[in-house]
């Protein structure tokens, strides 16, 4: 059957308004999600420079090719926050939204007169995500807070890295990126509650290191029951064995073979039936109180062979184990490739880049790339005079230097 002339499947947050307060990573991270599936997702950036993130780390054509993942399916409205007028066109806009995410430092909406209350009032079903460093309430509201510092509070940081030596990060934003998408959670919770039960909009509070903190698994319940202290482990993990990262010729290899029937068919893989069928390793609590031995044998075993032939050889045992991806082996993947997670993006400037694809995958209504990230105030006039404003009216402004 001929599908060229198919219409796309419907996008499950299509009709959805968006306006997109803030900057960098923890609230934009938000947008993008909602944008993805749907959601018609109006970013204001300060005239000027707008998002700093549009010059963050490697730039192609002045432009950030980060900013072209975090930003696309967004429209850019360059709107001066600063200035009384401004002001006044944003309450405009979220009067008519259905969502206002926000990440500035607690307080500062309020002082441009946009409370949660002052705002509800204007628009009573208006669902509005706050994400800060330690939230709105608490003794340490007022204080800055990045998501490295969230990573560091939450705890994540103090298991990252080799035991006795410096807590490290993993590499990337993950405390923004975890605030994010516990505020995209929550804010679909609130619409569903809007739509469902009949209820009000509501204001989602979310905190870098809360996030952080929630994705922590027993850390403080162990704490409480055992006075235990969870510490670094390295590569491993800690009181689960064995699992644990392992080196070959040409890299690295994780191998995950703490299920007890695994760790059978593992041992029985690398040539060492004595410990699979030692007694006393038929369960995780026994296996983990002998885990050197055990990484010890692995680890001889992977070291004179290639992660290919380690990986050959696991597949054909059923033991889960993995190449230590680089982004080339990411971007050469078939497997990616298969499920359209690297897809082809043309920037507004005419580059073509491989970027992420979309996840979660939905199979009625999946999301997709509908435009590219704008250049600043690409869509000023245009959200503008949705809004209602003439022609004369948005020529103002910009002479002002309200918008740009």
Request: net charge neutral; proline share 6%.
């Amino acid at each position: 059957m001929d599908t060229r002339d198919t219409p796309p499947p419907p996008l499950a947050l299509a009709g959805v308004r968006v306006v997109e307060m803030g900057q960098l990573i923890a609230g934009p991270f938000c947008g993008k999600t909602l944008a993805e599936f749907g959601a018609d997702v109006v970013k204001i950036e300060a005239p000027g420079g707008g998002d700093p993130l549009r010059n963050w780390r490697m730039l192609k054509n002045g432009t950030s090719v980060w900013w072209q993942v975090q930003s696309r399916n967004k429209r850019s409205l360059a709107l001066d926050l600063r200035q009384a007028e401004g002001q006044a066109i944003a309450r405009k806009l979220i009067a008519e939204a259905d969502v206002l995410i926000e990440n500035f430092r607690p307080g500062t909406l309020e002082g441009w007169g946009m409370s949660p209350e002052e705002l509800h009032r204007l628009n009573p079903g208006l669902v509005m995500l706050r994400i800060s460093g330690y939230g709105q309430t608490g003794p340490y509201r007022d204080m800055p807070g990045f998501g490295v510092v969230g990573e560091a509070m939450g705890g994540l940081r103090h298991l990252t890295g080799e035991p006795g030596r410096v807590p490290v990060r993993c590499g990337i934003s993950i405390g923004d990126t975890l605030a994010a998408l516990h505020g995209a959670i929550g804010v679909l919770t609130a619409l569903y509650h809007r739509k469902v039960n009949g209820g009000q909009g509501q204001v989602i509070d979310v905190a870098l290191h809360e996030a952080v903190f929630n994705c922590m698994e027993s850390l403080v319940p162990e704490y409480s029951a055992f006075g235990a202290v969870r510490e670094a482990a390295g590569s491993a993990l800690p009181g689960i064995a064995p699992s644990n990262a392992y080196p070959c010729t040409d890299g690295w290899v994780l191998v995950a073979g703490n299920g007890d029937s695994i760790f059978k068919r593992l041992m029985a893989a690398i040539g060492r039936d004595d410990l699979a069928t030692a007694p006393d390793l038929a369960d995780n609590a026994g296996r983990v109180a002998r885990v050197a031995e055990i990484d010890a044998a692995i680890g001889a075993w992977t070291a004179t062979r290639t992660v290919q032939q380690v990986l050959d050889a696991l597949g054909a045992a059923r033991v889960p184990a993995g190449k230590v991806y680089t982004a080339r082996d990411i971007a050469e993947d078939p497997h990616y490739r298969a499920r359209d997670m690297l897809l082809a993006q043309t920037t507004r400037d005419g580059d073509t880049l491989t970027v992420p694809g979309i996840v979660p995958k939905l199979s009625a209504t999946p999301g997709r790339i509908r435009t590219s990230a704008p250049r600043l105030g690409d869509d000023t006039d245009a959200v503008l005079a949705e809004a209602g404003l003439t022609a004369e009216q948005i020529a103002l402004l910009r002479a002002k230097g309200v918008i740009a």
